[in-house]
């Protein structure tokens, strides 16, 4: 066994084996590490992070519950104690994982909310009709979101060599340390191209240096996931949508449900997506009821009135 260290030490090497094998994102890593630090705090001062038992454990899961957590958020803190715990057993900070009987609890279905086709216009027409960089700049983020679904983290975190030599393409960084390759719509590669003839070409010598897509003077260098939600809310509240309708992650569940309206099949989308499973990318089937409803009422051969019979 190892010499006893403390319990911040054992999550800082936890959070740096994820972060040199996993490949996980800062954002997934961030929540990890919060959730481990709530059971060390909750077995304060009595216990380590390596003392507790089953029945620790099972105390700070139903505490979350009572205190109102998510299932989804209790099943993450579940899961991160899983990987934890295993983690201090290979590594002989501890004989045993005191969390392997713990049950993940059920999640319901929960449907993506969506904007809808018109909605999504509007939001379009309120800043086309502006002019101002940062309008330009925020219309090219929407276009690129819209025309390919990618992750909030995805685009803000988009370097000026993410683009391809034809500027038709995008090369994007996505979860698990993964690359994919995802394509513009025109109307995206137009705006894409004004966007760095506009803004980039103008700015100041030190700003040019950047490698971002859309700098900023962020800590990170590139404008931050809040910062573009802001923007979007504001945007929606000039186009007549409830604020609180609208994120960045519902316009991603937009591309892709106006994607299957249209025709656009599962395992095409789910590469789009950037999804490991396509059970992830299945749950846009059930959201997408315009296509469904044209296919019973044009196919199915009882979907047409029958004439009445002769007498």
Not at 45 to 54: M, Q, T
Not at 138 to 145: A, D, F, R, V
Not at 191 to 206: C, E
């Amino acid at each position: 066994m190892h010499p006893k260290v403390s319990s911040s030490a054992h999550i800082e090497l936890f959070v740096e084996m994820l972060a040199a094998h996993r490949g996980l994102s800062s954002n997934t890593l961030a929540a990890y590490t919060q959730d481990i630090k709530a059971l060390a705090t909750f077995l304060e001062p009595s216990k380590s992070l390596i003392d507790a038992s089953e029945e620790d454990l099972s105390a700070h899961i139903q505490q979350r519950t009572e205190r109102g957590y998510s299932s989804r958020s209790i099943a993450r803190s579940i899961s991160c104690l899983r990987q934890f715990y295993l983690f201090m057993v290979e590594e002989k900070y501890c004989q045993t994982a005191p969390i392997q009987n713990l049950l993940v609890p059920k999640q319901p279905r929960t449907l993506p909310q969506i904007l809808t086709q018109s909605e999504v216009n509007a939001l379009f027409e309120v800043l086309e009709a502006q002019e101002k960089p940062l309008q330009l700049r925020l219309l090219t983020m929407l276009e690129i979101l819209y025309a390919t679904g990618i992750r909030v983290s995805e685009l803000v975190g988009l370097k000026l060599n993410s683009i391809s030599p034809k500027g038709n393409t995008l090369r994007v960084h996505g979860k698990g340390d993964k690359e994919r390759i995802v394509p513009l719509t025109r109307s995206a590669e137009l705006i894409l191209s004004l966007y760095l003839k506009t803004i980039l070409s103008n700015a100041d010598p030190q700003k040019s240096k950047s490698v971002w897509l859309f700098p900023s003077t962020s800590k990170q260098g590139h404008i931050t996931r809040q910062w573009f939600a802001k923007l979007l809310k504001d945007l929606a509240i000039k186009a007549h949508i409830a604020p609180q309708k609208i994120s960045p992650h519902v316009v991603r569940h937009a591309f892709a449900t106006h994607l299957l309206d249209h025709g656009a099949d599962l395992v095409s989308l789910q590469t789009l997506l950037g999804h490991a499973r396509i059970a992830t990318t299945q749950i846009y089937t059930h959201v997408s009821s315009g296509k469904k409803e044209h296919l019973v009422l044009t196919k199915h051969p009882l979907s047409h009135t029958p004439s009445t019979p002769e007498k």
